[in-house]
């Protein structure tokens, strides 16, 4: 499982044209399954996505996680995440899962983030979703459970 983060000031998502949801201070992740992933991989990211300290502190050091912050999450599912661009014009994406393993995978990684303490939206497995967001910093990483 790998998960784009981005810390953010505000994101909103709308789900085929249709406004779906909103955050403030947080962060958006991007969640890729691949076909090797398993409950533990999913354990694995939730632990490392609501911990990980990104977050300036008083003296402007990134030393507060997500949920020190009280931040949120918007959570998006992106199969491409796991394109392979190495060979050719066109990527290769046979290293996602198939959609209905993706699909349950996602479920229980939504259903397992619940059990936090941190507020989140989501976008709708397998629609299109527009992502407007502000970034702040910026600050990316990935967080990658293999």
Not at 12 to 22: A, L, Q, S, T
Not at 34 to 39: H, I, P, R
Not at 69 to 79: A, D, T, W
Not at 86 to 92: A, D, E, L, T
């Amino acid at each position: 499982m790998k998960i784009i983060i981005q810390r953010i000031n505000y994101a909103k998502i709308f789900v085929n044209d249709k406004f779906k949801g909103e955050i403030g201070k947080g962060i958006v992740a991007y969640v890729g399954i691949s076909n090797k992933d398993s409950e533990k991989d999913i354990d694995f990211c939730i632990d490392k996505l609501v911990n990980l300290r990104i977050f300036n502190d008083d003296n402007d050091k990134m030393n507060l996680s997500v949920k020190d912050i009280n931040g949120e999450l918007l959570v998006v599912s992106n199969f491409t995440i796991y394109g392979n661009t190495k060979k050719g014009r066109r990527p290769s994406y046979t290293d996602s899962a198939p959609a209905e393993t993706a699909e349950k995978i996602y479920n229980l990684f939504v259903e397992k983030l619940r059990w936090t303490d941190v507020k989140f939206e989501t976008g709708e497995f397998r629609q299109h979703m527009k992502i407007i967001s502000e970034n702040d910093g910026p600050v990316n990483l990935i967080i990658d459970s293999h």
